[in-house]
């Protein structure tokens, strides 16, 4: 009943910049035993997380100007468990970054209204789907290994599709900005991987 | 966290904020409360940008509590509302071409936080750009989290210090089609800031309230 540290202000106006560094790859169902295999071995000493995510993407159109993306997940193994909102900005420009994709990142928990919520605010939903997977972690490094599937039916996470015979490999780091060590700790580990699978810094704009 | 309400008090005739906010700390003192810190809550007003209709945006406001410092509460009156955490404010820097922060519209409400027993009262100036515009009664039942078992209890609780002052049910309970044994959340307590925060908004600016 003691009343909350009034002096600890939240974070806020962008006080805390953090930046998603990201490499990504795939590899082919058949692969997919060799790959876990190899991650269980270099990665931290722990049972890798299983995961199964419903994910949508909702846009915003303006005035002028490229629509504003938020991503919108929330996990099907853990109802009751917050929505997790993302926001991804453009990818960064320049030699300190060529060897990982860097981008700005804000990650927000949100109760499960944030649906509707994004609705009122103008929001509208571009598309969904579902991903199950399994993620490792090595230090700061996360490895997420996942199957990607259509939502056929929209709302119904039941019925889906997947979406290639592939799984989405990627490896991200979520450090402050400024810090120019880790594309370069992350190189390294994707070079263990190797060649069972091949991590690259892919450019979203290129795929457009 | 218990079942809470939030209600304005009058300024005394004759009075000013700061001697009615004093008297009420006396009443609370005399039947025994103690004080126990600080707490402040308040409310931006976003409006959306780009609206090609030519109709009014809606007023998107988020709203902070210093009860639960790591969160930050989104509403929209009359509509859904969002409980996420701090960087929730962040995401809005990054949203400002889309949603405007209406600076001269923020309000708060500070003051201090007595502890009677079970219940908490917190007594509060509301202000906006500097300026007192009333009072904030919040009152929480802690050992409760169903309006319709100790609504009563508050009520009786409330007349010993309030007096005629005393709200009557707020209808954020009541409005709730399952009625009054749903446990309350803290959506319900910012829905009520936001009520109040309005009506102060719409008041004129009371006369001697001057720059606080």
């Not at chain 1, 996360?142 to 259509?150: A, H, I, M, P, T």
């Not at chain 1, 400024?178 to 370069?184: A, K, L």
Request: aromatic content about 6%; some cysteine.
């Amino acid at each position: 009943m003691e009343a909350p540290p009034v002096s600890v202000m939240p974070v806020t106006g962008g006080a805390i910049n953090m930046m998603e560094y990201l490499l990504q790859g795939s590899v082919l169902d058949q692969s997919l035993e060799s790959l876990l295999h190899r991650l269980r071995g270099l990665c931290d000493n722990m049972e890798p997380e299983s995961f199964a995510d419903h994910e949508l993407v909702y846009l915003l159109k303006g005035q002028q100007g490229n629509p504003f993306l938020l991503r919108a997940r929330r996990s099907l193994l853990h109802p009751p468990a917050p929505w997790h909102l993302r926001y991804l900005g453009q990818p960064e420009v320049g030699d300190k970054s060529r060897l990982a994709l860097v981008r700005n990142c804000v990650d927000v928990s949100a109760s499960h209204s944030l649906p509707e919520v994004l609705n009122e605010m103008g929001f509208r939903m571009d598309h969904e789907f579902v991903a199950k997977g399994q993620m490792f972690r090595k230090g700061a490094m996360k490895v997420v290994v996942s199957k990607l599937s259509r939502v056929l039916v929209p709302g119904n996470t039941e019925n889906t599709e997947p979406l290639s015979l592939s799984y989405l490999v990627e490896l991200s780091v979520l450090a402050p900005a400024g810090q120019d060590t880790v594309s370069e700790d992350m190189r390294s580990f994707a070079e263990q991987l190797k060649p069972l699978v091949h991590l690259e810094k892919i450019d979203p704009k290129r795929l457009m | 966290m218990g079942v809470t309400c939030v209600c304005q008090v009058p300024v005394s005739e004759g009075k000013s904020v700061q001697q009615t906010v004093d008297t009420l700390h006396k009443k609370l003192e005399q039947l025994g409360a103690v004080k126990q810190g600080n707490f402040w809550v308040d409310c931006e007003t976003y409006h959306a940008t780009g609206n090609a209709t030519g109709q009014p945006s809606k007023l998107l406001y988020v709203m902070h509590n210093s009860e639960t410092p790591l969160s930050c509460m989104a509403l929209f009156e009359g509509g859904p509302g969002l409980s996420a955490d701090a960087n929730f404010d962040v995401l809005m820097v990054k949203l400002k071409s889309h949603f405007q922060n209406a600076k001269g519209h923020k309000v708060e409400s500070r003051g201090c936080r007595y502890r009677y027993c079970d219940f908490l009262v917190k007594i509060g100036t509301v202000a906006m750009s500097s300026s007192a515009r009333g009072i904030s009664v919040e009152v929480e039942y802690c050992a409760c989290v169903i309006p319709g078992d100790c609504w009563n209890l508050m009520k009786e609780f409330m007349q010993s210090f309030l007096g005629s002052n005393t709200p009557e049910l707020p209808t954020v309970f009541t409005s709730k089609p399952e009625g009054l044994s749903v446990p309350v959340d803290c959506m319900d307590t910012m829905s009520q800031y936001l009520e109040l925060f309005s009506r102060v908004r719409k008041q004129q600016v009371l006369p001697g309230s001057g720059v606080r």
